[in-house]
T-cell receptor, first 116, second 113 residues
Framework: DGGITQSPKYLFRKEGQNVTLSCEQN?????MYWYRQDPGQGLRLIYYSQIVNDFQKGDIAEGYSVSREKKESFPLTVTSAQKNPTAFYLC???????????????FGDGTRLSIL | AQSVTQPDIHITVSEGASLELRCNYS??????LFWYVQSPGQGLQLLLK??????LVQGIKGFEAEFKRSQSSFNLRKPSVHWSDAAEYFC???????????FGTGTRLTIIP
């Protein structure tokens, strides 16, 4: 079955450390997204990519970085500059039709990041 | 800019009772509207979507939603809830030419026996 795989499910970061969250999809979707979820705040967009080798900042990109070297992969790095990284991180993908929001986004099962 | 408001943070209903979750949006043109459900520790699953046409849309798991332009609302309904419906529900709005969905803050649904 096609889907989105996020790994690891749980991740711990030490002070001053960068960590990378993996997101892989086999849906052949063009667009991929990273969201951060905090209790009571819904989902906030970190970065998104509409095509390989191209990505754009979302609403809360500071302290995060991404790459999109392959269509199926969109890893997210949480850098030491992100002072409050504890959150649930969700990766999503969509297949743009007439405007990117025309296609509902499919989600992975998330990675929970905590600070040691 | 588009925005979504889910005015109810937490709702409790009895199993077998009807359910309505509220969603209000702000957008200048015709929006694309979505409802998602999230079980604890899981990702989001699409319940239903509205792009155009019939304002009453049917989704999975017996859910439906009605788009009311005059009220800027897209409320989610289910005639009889099951214990397995306990989860968090998110409304989202998008638009043509806008690559980003804007999500509401969610409504947590608790089902009591």
């Amino acid at each position: 079955d096609g889907g989105i795989t996020q790994s690891p499910k749980y991740l711990f970061r030490k002070e001053g450390q960068n960590v990378t969250l993996s997101c892989e999809q086999n849906l052949n979707h063009d667009a991929m997204y990273w969201y951060r979820q905090d209790p009571g705040q819904g989902l906030r967009l970190i970065y998104y990519s509409q095509i390989v080798n191209d990505f754009q900042k979302g609403d809360i990109a500071e302290g995060y970085s991404v790459s999109r070297e392959k269509k199926e992969s969109f890893p997210l790095t949480v850098t030491s500059a992100q002072k409050n990284p504890t959150a649930f991180y969700l990766c999503a993908s969509s297949n743009p039709g007439e405007g990117y929001s025309n296609q509902p986004q499919h989600f992975g099962d998330g990675t929970r990041l905590s600070i040691l | 800019a588009q925005s979504v408001t889910q005015p109810d943070i937490h709702i409790t209903v009895s199993e077998g009772a009807s359910l309505e979750l509220r969603c209000n949006y702000s957008y200048g043109a015709t929006p694309y509207l979505f409802w998602y459900v999230q079980s604890p520790g899981q990702g989001l699953q699409l319940l239903l979507k509205y792009f155009s046409g019939d304002t009453l849309v049917q989704g999975i798991k017996g859910f439906e939603a009605e788009f009311k332009r005059s009220q800027s609302s897209f409320n989610l309904r289910k005639p009889s809830v099951h214990w397995s419906d306990a989860a968090e529900y998110f409304c989202a709005v998008g638009a043509v030419g806008n690559e980003k969905l804007t999500f509401g803050t969610g409504t947590r649904l608790t089902i009591i026996p």
